[in-house]
């Protein structure tokens, strides 16, 4: 018996506007003190009107058209009835009929077995809009539960997935995938652990003969709450996917719908509680809120000029980079997650250009040299960015708008890099100097005397020293062992201080040696 996972995410994106969802309340309230960021609106006093957020409407629909969604001609609200402590109204405003965007897709890089060039397509459902709830802190004996009303009312955008993933990873990819294009429209912060994106992720397991569609019945779903990390999201669903094989080898598959909560501590999910069928939320339309038309005349939110004007998506931008720049595809992926450094990156690139042209080593204007040379200059530059900057930002925990190195540097310093005007040694030595003080390369090179030695004859005594002084290892050179000859030109290396191009070094020790008694 094959088992395949049928995998459906339902995602909760927090919007970054500045007043609450339907009043004027400011919105930043998570870090404020409890209760304070509130009014009669949000609390659910009678007699209170809401207005919606136009503003919280066009980053729905600018995420949707990046989404690739469909956008009907209008939308509405509904009232979503249900009882808890969070929920003051006793209904939340969201939208059931006519959500916001529908028949969307975001395509995945995936391993799963029958998956063309690597891309999977995870269908969406819909994207609507609503509001948060409130937050519930419950005292430690149980007996007590607190609750802060500063979430209540916080623009809330659920994205609903149709079960087209099929593995842990996959859900994981996804999630991923989604908050990078949250973060290039810069419509949310979409950090996990702070609750601006959140996921509910249900799942069931389906018999299939092993063909790439697999069964098209769905058995009843688990539903798994309390998710907060991505890597949450991969171990939940790899933990009930191993539960529901076990109940399906013993002959007890699950027979009903039910909620479990994900318990990161104890690394399992447990159940909160079962249902014959779903939850009955007696929607019907806000009556206090009008429909929202689209493409209208008049109509207050231009969608058509909204897809105009979307921003070049993480995607796209990997896949430029990889054909327009000729940039490794795992290099281009690193620095396309995060927009402030794929931006400085190109910044670097641009003026890499004129760098190239102007240090009179290479014959050509900037643009022929560019396209004779641009795969191994991008290669070197975004090995240079993500394997040493990005070690910097990481490790001080800043941004890359907050580096003091200037792109315009950075293209000096690449350029002296190709140009193999110094060796790798002494390259870490500026970068690390340029790092700290915001200075350019050709200053930190002069004050520290850092100029690579390319003259023959001082290479060359230095090579004669090194062969003089290491008897030894020349007879193992001679007898076979060529590998010594590292050995060699490091101590070549230590008597220039590391300022030998080391390129010429292993030539001459080449020439030397073969040529020693």
């Known amino acids: ?83 808890y402590p969070d929920l003051p109204k006793g209904y939340q405003i969201s939208q059931y009929d006519k959500p916001i965007g529908i028949k969307g897709y975001l395509d995945i890089e995936s391993d799963q077995a029958g998956t063309k060039k690597g891309k999977r397509r995870i269908n969406i459902t819909r994207l609507h809009l609503e509001e948060d709830a409130a937050k ?51 419509i949310s912060d979409a950090d996990m652990e702070k609750g601006h994106l959140r996921c509910d ?54 027979k009903v719908q039910s909620t479990r909560g994900w318990d990161e501590d104890k690394g399992m999910t447990e159940e909160q509680r079962t249902k014959e069928e779903a939850q009955d939320y007696r929607y019907f339309p806000e009556p206090d809120l009008p429909p929202i038309k689209f493409y209208e005349t008049d109509s207050a939110i231009d969608v058509e000029k909204i897809k105009r004007e979307l921003p070049e ?41 004129s760098w190239l042209a102007d240090s009179g080593e290479m014959e050509g204007t900037a643009e022929e040299i560019w396209e004779k040379n641009k795969g191994k200059i ?20 800043i941004k890359i708008s907050d580096c003091k190195i200037s792109a315009e540097n950075f293209a000096e310093f690449i350029t002296i890099v190709y140009g193999n005007r110094i060796n790798q040694t002494t390259a870490m030595k500026i970068l690390d100097e340029m ?30 020293k090194a062969i003089d002084a290491n008897p030894l290892q020349v007879k193992q050179f001679k007898a076979g062992k060529v590998t010594i000859i590292q050995y060699l030109i490091g101590q070549v290396m230590k008597e220039t201080k590391g300022k030998a191009n080391p390129k010429i070094v292993r030539e001459l020790l080449e020439e030397e040696l073969k040529s020693a008694d």
């Open 435 to 464: 790092y700290q003080t915001g200075k350019d390369p050709s200053d930190v090179m002069e004050e520290n005397d850092f100029a690579q030695i390319d003259d023959l004859a001082k290479i060359k005594e230095a090579v004669k």
């Open 201 to 254: 992720a249900n799942i069931s397991l389906s018999q299939t003969d092993g063909n790439k569609n697999g069964s098209k019945k769905l058995n009843p779903k688990t539903e798994i709450k309390n998710i907060n990390s991505f890597n949450a999201v991969k171990r939940a669903l790899d933990y009930e996917i191993s539960r529901q094989t076990k109940l399906w080898q013993e002959g007890n598959p699950p």
């Open 313 to 353: 998506s993480p995607q796209q931008k990997r896949k430029r980079f990889s054909e327009q720049y000729e940039m490794p595809a795992d290099q281009a992926r690193i620095i396309t997650e995060d927009k402030l450094l794929a931006s400085y990156t190109e910044a670097v690139i641009s003026e890499l250009t």
């Open 378 to 397: 991008s290669k070197l530059a975004a090995k240079w960015i993500t394997n040493r900057l990005l070690f910097y930002l990481n490790r001080d925990n």
């Open 136 to 186: 519930n802190f419950h005292s430690p004996d149980g007996r007590e539960t607190y609750v802060d009303y500063n979430r209540a009312g916080t623009p809330l955008m659920e994205i609903v997935t149709e079960p087209d993933l099929r593995s842990s990873e996959e859900a994981k990819t996804f999630m991923q995938e989604l908050r990078l294009i949250m973060r290039y429209l810069n």
């Open 1 to 83: 018996m094959k088992l395949e996972p049928i995998i459906g995410l339902e995602i909760h994106v927090q919007l970054k506007t500045e007043s609450k969802m339907f009043c004027s309340c400011d919105n930043s309230g998570e870090d404020k003190p409890a209760n304070t960021t509130i009014c009669p609106v949000c609390t659910g006093h009678p007699g209170t009107l809401p207005a919606a957020n136009l503003q919280a409407v066009k980053w729905s629909v600018m995420a949707a058209a990046a989404l690739n969604c469909e956008i009907p001609t209008f939308t509405k609200f509904d009232r979503k009835h249900y009882f």
